[in-house]
């Protein structure tokens, strides 16, 4: 930049702020939430959904 005499808007205009993983993470905790509610899913059926989810997909390759 300062070789060519650039200023640092010319050479990286404005562009907005991207979230922080923080906001990306709490974002889609918010879309989880709001689908468990929607469905009726409570904290007492993650287990035994995670569980079924994983005898459907069969062994993990990892």
Do not use: F, H, N
Not at 33 to 60: F, K, N, T
Request: charged share 45%.
């Amino acid at each position: 930049m300062k070789r060519k005499r650039r200023s640092r808007s010319k050479v990286a205009p404005e562009s907005p702020p991207r979230p922080t993983d923080e906001e990306q993470w709490r974002e889609i905790l918010r879309y989880g939430e709001r689908r468990a509610r929607e469905l009726g899913i409570g904290p007492e059926d993650v287990a035994r959904l995670v569980e079924e989810y994983r005898a459907e997909s069969g062994p993990s390759s990892g």
